[in-house]
């Protein structure tokens, strides 16, 4: 199950939970990553 299908029986989301994983990463691109995932967000 996933949550579109949750999302169709009416449930509604708790908490986002979000993985991300590199073998290297600057800081710059981290926050890059996290800048695109609020966005997403608030649209």
Do not use: H, T
């Not at 579109?4 to 993985?19: E, I, M, S, V, W």
Request: glycine share 6%; with cysteine.
């Amino acid at each position: 199950m996933v949550v579109n299908d949750l999302l169709c029986k009416g449930a509604k989301p708790r908490f986002f939970l979000d993985y991300f994983a590199a073998d290297s990463l600057r800081e710059y691109e981290f926050y890059e990553v996290l800048a695109g995932i609020q966005e997403g967000w608030e649209e």
